[in-house]
């Protein structure tokens, strides 16, 4: 399965190579057949089913091993809801549900949720690129059992577009829209954790670009007759990317070798967190490093800091996780907190 | 921005059983009262009926090959070992610094003599060791040094003054960098030397430094004019500065680097889990995230020693983020005491809080400070 996904990552690399610049990330609209392209290249190598079972037409290679290929995509600044896709399949799929082809987006969050006669109403949050698909994945609790809802028509009043963000996201209200499929989701399925791990991957892949972002303008950049790189204030800044980013990507590879076990759900928590501080000081320290050009459309420094921005408040930011770690110590536990720890 | 990785590695059964072992060990001598739990214990705390106990158990030079009295086990063993010892503030400081990392340089590129006549002793827990590194007029600046080695017709002759040389009066032997010849034009690095020096010989002379906390654990040492014998030269001439890198790997990556005041979080959760549990979930969740992460990082690149990697770079980073984590906790706590005031907490909690900021500014400077690491950073990021 190594050599196969070792496979699937080169392969991925090089279609991201080829369809991926800065100009199709300020296009992202389904009218764009430069989009429709990349996705068409991306859906013939399978990559949407990455995580799917193979009854269903996938690959069933475990969502955390394929932590890595989430990473590339965003590595690559892929404006296309590729990481969304393989999580919202991989839950459907867990659920028995056979996942539709092309994209399919999920929703972070809902309000006011009704379903009745297998129809949905009511308010689904924060959804990203759903301007490039029909497919939508929701995650409700319905009578104290999680069930995985599939619409393959979504449709209603767009209540609210974030414009803020790189990626297009949309707030939308629904009424009696048919459910294409709904089933319970299995227990060791937590929306919340894999869209935190998600989140985190995706931030560390766009992270590790900002950094090389980072690193080539100050190696070119000349001022007072010296490259940035030359002088200790801009190198020290840099370093300090780079060690939070490691600290980051520790994490992540606990997860990606463990999975999401009863023993580590601590490990999702200490991911979310460690990810979404890294974000933060690479946000600012890679903008200041870069000066003005950084602040510019044009320039691609942009398109991965805002999501990062946006990446990092997603399925809980820092706080959310540091408290439901010190909660689960302090509250559900009487060991001391090397015990605890180890 | 992928070079510097910290794959995950597994605490296997056997290395869960052999912490479970050490803890109950720490746990007994505790209750018989042989030690208190201190700060700050692998500089401070020295105790060589400790050092010697810890020996006899065989957790000393864990990793060292058998035909030198060693146990040949993994560094990730090692690892284990450490990390109990630190969390528990055991008195560790008589022998840490021959156990991390002057047994292993000598295992390194000592002669036989050097390796028979030393390393038993120093898993035996009888032999200490102190750096040998800066000097007054090099700290950071480490290819400065100026202690001067000479050669004579009988060995070499030893002049200059080492400084900050942390618990001389207690070791036994110091590896000295010298320059055994004047640093090239084009390189500073050529010409400097190890020196494998006995410190109970004639014209050493070693005066004690209190450091603010009042104790004594800094040292000048004095070499004047010191004769050393032939085979005192440890490694080879010249090339002092690969050697002292290599060295530095050793003493930068382990849980020392996180794990110096654990003792005071641990008593701080214990006698505030009630009041944290209303209003610090937030920071005990941030502090479990930075340990849980430095103990995944600081155990991975045990794993990159075990696998004879030289993981410089990666003992760096975990160096800066350790010493800014730890800062950051004595400074965590110190905004509770907006919760419960301070001079309400017991007596022992206020000491070691008091104790953890009188020492906290330290860490950021032993080993290297945090301008160093960055520079190393920087340099492997292509930078300088």
């Known amino acids: ?342 | 921005m992928s070079k510097f990785n910290f794959p995950f590695i597994k605490e296997t059964n056997e290395l869960s059983n052999l912490r479970k072992e050490v803890r109950e060990f720490i746990t007994n001598c505790i209750n018989n009262n042989e030690f208190t739990p201190s700060p700050d214990a692998w500089v401070f705390s020295a105790d060589p009926s400790f050092s010697k106990k810890i020996g006899s158990k065989g957790w000393l030079g864990m990793s060292f090959p058998r035909e030198y009295g060693g146990h040949q086990r993994t560094a990730l063993e090692r690892y284990v070992v450490t990390e109990e010892l630190l969390s528990s503030g055991a008195p560790v400081a008589a022998h840490w610094i021959a156990d991390r990392q002057s047994g292993s340089q000598i295992l390194r590129y000592g002669n036989e003599k050097q390796k028979s006549s030393i390393i038993p002793r120093i898993t035996a827990g009888e032999c200490f060791f102190a750096i040998g590194m800066s000097e007054p007029d090099s700290g950071s600046d480490l290819a400065s040094v100026k202690t001067k080695a000479t050669k004579t017709k009988n060995g070499w002759k030893l002049e200059g003054r080492k400084i900050w040389s942390t618990g001389a009066h207690l070791a036994h032997y110091m590896i000295v960098l010298a320059r055994t010849s004047p640093a090239s034009e084009k390189n500073r690095h050529e010409g400097l030397s190890q020196f494998l020096v006995d410190l109970s010989l004639p014209n050493v002379k070693i005066t004690g430094i209190p450091d603010m906390t009042g104790q004594r654990h800094f040292n000048e040492t004095l070499f004047d004019n010191v004769e050393l014998s032939d085979d005192s030269l440890l490694g080879e001439e010249g090339k002092g500065w690969k050697q002292v890198v290599g060295e530095l790997a050793l003493e930068r990556s382990g849980p020392e680097r996180f794990l110096s005041h654990f003792t005071l979080l641990d008593s701080f959760i214990n006698e505030f889990r009630n009041s944290l549990i209303h209003s610090g979930t937030k920071i005990v969740g941030k502090l479990i995230s930075e340990i849980q992460t430095l103990r995944r990082m600081s155990f991975s690149v045990a794993s990159m020693l075990q696998n004879g990697e030289s993981p410089e770079t990666q003992a760096a980073f975990v160096k800066e983020l350790g010493n800014k984590f730890e800062k950051m906790m004595i400074e965590t706590l110190r905004e509770f005491s907006n919760i419960v005031p301070l001079h309400e907490w017991p007596n022992q909690l206020q000491n070691l809080f008091e104790d953890a900021t009188l020492r906290i500014p330290s860490n950021s400077l032993r080993g290297g400070t945090t301008e160093i690491m960055k520079g190393i950073i920087a340099r492997q990021l292509g930078l300088r």
């Open chain 1, 1 to 342: 399965m190594i050599e196969e996904l070792e496979i699937i990552l080169e392969t991925t690399s090089k279609i991201l190579q080829k369809h991926v610049n800065h100009s199709l990330r300020q296009n992202i609209v389904s009218e764009n057949t430069d989009i429709l392209n990349l996705w068409n290249d991306i859906e013939k190598n399978g990559l949407p089913k990455i995580s799917v079972k193979e009854k269903f037409g996938g690959y069933e290679i475990p969502f955390f091993s394929i932590l890595p290929l989430i990473k590339i995509v965003n590595n690559h600044g892929t404006p296309l809801p590729l990481s969304e896709t393989i999580l919202s399949n991989y839950i459907l799929s867990e659920s028995d549900i056979n996942p539709p082809n092309g994209i399919v987006t999920f929703a972070s969050d809902t309000k006011n949720l009704q379903i009745k006669n297998n129809m949905i109403s009511g308010e689904i949050l924060s959804v990203p690129y759903l301007n490039l698909t029909k497919n939508l994945l929701i995650v409700h609790e319905l009578n104290n059992v999680k069930k995985a809802i599939l619409i393959n028509e979504i449709n209603g009043e767009i209540i609210h577009k974030k414009n803020f963000l790189a990626e297009p996201r949309y707030n939308i209200k629904v009424e009696n829209l048919n459910i294409a499929e709904m089933k319970p989701i299995k227990n060791n399925i937590d929306f919340n954790f894999l869209g935190a791990i998600l989140r985190s991957a995706q931030m560390i892949g766009a992270m590790e670009k900002v950094v090389d972002l980072s690193i080539n303008y100050c190696s070119e950049r000349k001022q007072f007759g010296r490259t940035l790189s030359k002088f200790q204030a801009i190198q020290h800044q840099i370093s300090e990317m780079a060690v939070e980013l490691s600290a980051s990507s520790a994490a992540l590879s606990t997860i990606t070798e463990l999975g999401l076990g009863e023993k580590n759900s601590n490990d999702t928590a200490i991911l979310k967190i460690r990810a979404g501080f890294a974000a933060g000081k690479i946000i600012a320290i890679s903008h200041q490093v870069h000066g003005a050009i950084g602040f510019t459309k044009e320039y691609e420094l942009s398109y991965f800091t805002k999501n990062l921005n946006s990446w990092r408040n997603d399925f809980g930011n820092e706080s959310f996780w540091e408290e439901f770690l010190g909660k689960r110590f302090l509250e559900k536990n009487n060991k001391n907190l090397w015990e605890y720890l180890t």
